[in-house]
T-cell receptor, first 117, second 113 residues
Framework: GAVVSQHPSWVICKSGTSVKIECRSL??????MFWYRQFPKQSLMLMAT?????????EQGVEKDKFLINHASLTLSTLTVTSAHPEDSSFYIC?????????????FGPGTRLTVL | GENVEQHPSTLSVQEGDSAVIKCTYS??????FPWYKQELGKGPQLIID?????GEKKDQRIAVTLNKTAKHFSLHITETQPEDSAVYFC????????????FGGGTRVLVKP
């Protein structure tokens, strides 16, 4: 149980285009979903916290107009990278929280490799 | 905010030996401490976690200990195998404050056959 999927697993796009990444919790309803990006050989950097039906909360330094997050249901959150540029190339990973006692357990998706040419 | 430090950054062990990774955290309100294993090009996989009302937890070859007073927790892998080679991340969160995970910097573990 507790499976999180992401789609696509990789994407290559031209500079200036927008890319949408989907994150789904397959066998549970997520309390909260989180979006991270990860550069090579580095730790995960939290970008934003996403709750169903409400606006996402962005971490300091993350442009909310560039990284649009929509959380349509308890099992689906999407991240759209708008007007992507080469510096947006990264590994994007989502996680979904499953309520378990005083603190949620977070399960991660397999990640999406974005390459902007 | 929470700060999590993880040591060592790299760890090389012989197959069959034990591996220990240590983390310290700063926020005494943190109450959940998961460990994730990340293989190259994949998302982090939850391997074990511990909550603040427990001091130790074991799952086959993996164990985690938590010292709330000293604010540190450790991952122990016994009888290491080549497939244990990966990057391991510790993390901490506070369930009453939005469940945001704060990650350590990661430990690259290499198990030599």
């Amino acid at each position: 149980g507790a499976v999180v999927s992401q789609h696509p697993s990789w994407v290559i796009c031209k500079s200036g285009t927008s890319v949408k990444i989907e994150c789904r919790s397959l066998d549970f309803q997520a309390t909260t979903m989180f979006w991270y990006r990860q550069f090579p050989k580095q730790s995960l950097m939290l970008m934003a916290t996403s709750n169903e039906g409400s606006k996402a909360t962005y971490e300091q330094g993350v442009e909310k107009d560039k990284f649009l997050i929509n959380h349509a249901s308890l099992t689906l959150s999407t991240l759209t990278v708008t007007s992507a540029h080469p510096e947006d190339s990264s590994f994007y990973i989502c996680s979904a929280g499953q309520a378990q006692g005083a603190a949620d357990t977070q399960y991660f998706g397999p990640g999406t490799r974005l390459t902007v040419l | 905010g929470e700060n999590v430090e993880q040591h060592p950054s790299t760890l090389s062990v012989q197959e069959g030996d034990s591996a220990v990774i240590k983390c310290t955290y700063s926020d005494s309100a943190s109450n959940y401490f998961p460990w994730y294993k990340q293989e190259l090009g994949k998302g982090p996989q939850l391997i074990i976690d511990i909550r603040s009302n427990v001091g130790e937890k074991k799952d086959q070859r993996i164990a985690v200990t938590l010292n709330k007073t000293a604010k540190h927790f450790s991952l122990h892998i016994t009888e290491t195998q080549p497939e244990d080679s990966a990057v391991y991340f510790c993390a901490a969160s506070n369930g009453a404050a939005g469940n945001k995970l704060t990650f350590g910097g990661g430990t690259r573990v290499l198990v030599k056959p």
